[in-house]
């Protein structure tokens, strides 16, 4: 079992750059398919950017181009790069890990495949 904590979130500029950290703990993350999801109050979880233990990576079609996910093998930390943001990247991050890998798209971006969540780290970019 995983444990995740986010960390990073904060206020950002429009075309400005975040990134957004996700400490494991418990097991190492490179064990797990590791996700980032944000939600907006009142909508449904978004799957944003995935990546399967051989290191390939999903991407929505909103964050390609802007979006990088990266892992830390020494900190056991996967890391959110966020370049170029924009207002409608305003959301609560997580990070997730699954024990499955996710071999399609369509299950990379589900939230259902993914069994571990943090709790979530905000993200407010102003115009």
């Known amino acids: 079992q995983v444990q995740l904590v986010e960390s990073g979130g904060g206020l950002a500029q429009a075309g400005g750059s975040l990134r957004l950290s996700c400490a494991a703990s418990g097991r190492s993350f490179s064990s797990y398919a590791m996700g980032w999801f944000r939600q907006v109050p009142g909508k449904a979880r978004e799957f944003v950017i995935a990546i399967r233990r051989n290191g390939l990576t999903y991407y929505a079609d909103s964050v390609k181009g802007r979006f990088t996910i990266s892992g830390d093998n020494a900190k056991n930390t996967v890391h959110l790069q966020i370049n170029n943001l924009k207002p409608e990247d305003t959301a609560v991050y997580y990070c997730?890990?699954?024990?499955?890998?996710?071999?399609?798209?369509?299950?990379?971006?589900?939230?259902?495949?993914?069994?571990?969540w943090g709790q979530g780290t905000q993200v407010t970019v102003s115009s």
């Open positions: 997730a890990a699954s024990p499955r890998d996710p071999v399609y798209y369509g299950s990379a971006s589900n939230p259902v495949w993914y069994d571990y």
